[in-house]
């Protein structure tokens, strides 16, 4: 199965920055949709933003403008940038692979992102 290692979570005031990096264990991660969810205390997983092999982009309409979702094939790793974060943000984010298909191949341990003044 292959390893994802999220990092970049952290404590941030609203209107800050944060990048979180997801780096994978494949060598065949160009094949791979690539996604980010999170999930608040008491709520579900939700999708915030994904990109394809190809570097189609999609986003959840909560973070469109403000989240950035980016990958770099040769360092096999996906980022998500996010800026103007506020508290609603807060949340475990985990980094998912998958098939073009939609099929879930494989889930990060997740990193907590916090934003509070």
């Known amino acids: 199965q292959v390893q994802l290692v999220e990092s970049g979570g952290g404590l941030v005031e609203p209107g800050g920055s944060l990048r979180l990096s997801c780096a994978a264990s494949?060598?065949?991660?160009?094949?791979?949709?690539m996604t980010w969810y999170r999930q608040a205390p008491g709520k579900q997983r939700e999708l915030v933003a994904g990109?394809?092999?190809?570097?189609?982009?999609n986003y959840a309409d909560s973070v469109k403008g403000r989240f950035t979702i980016s990958r770099d094939n040769a360092k096999k790793t996906v980022y998500l940038q996010m800026n103007s974060l506020k508290p609603e943000d807060t949340a475990v984010y985990y980094c998912n692979l998958g098939l073009p298909t939609g099929k879930s191949l494989s889930w990060g341990q997740g990193t907590q992102v916090t934003v509070s003044s």
């Open positions: 494949t060598s065949i991660f160009r094949i791979y949709t």
């Open positions: 990109i394809t092999d190809g570097g189609r982009t």
